[in-house]
C-alpha cells in the first residue's frame, strides 16, 4: 500500500476548487493510487496495433 501525504496547501487548493466533478475526480485517482493503483498508463499509436 501506497501512503499519500498532502500538504495543507494542496487540501486547501482541492477543497476550493469550483467545479465538483474535478474535485471528486482527484480525490477518487488519490484513494486509487494509495491502493497501488497509481493508473499511470499511456496512450498507444493506433499503428502499433495493426499489423502489416
Do not use: H, Y
Amino acid at each position: 500500500m501506497i501512503t499519500v501525504k498532502t500538504l495543507p496547501e494542496f487540501d486547501a487548493w482541492l477543497d476550493a476548487l469550483k467545479d465538483r466533478t474535478t474535485r471528486l475526480r482527484l480525490s477518487r485517482r488519490l484513494d486509487k493510487a494509495q491502493c497501488g493503483n497509481a493508473d499511470i498508463t499511456k496512450a498507444v499509436n493506433r499503428s502499433a496495433l495493426l499489423e502489416d
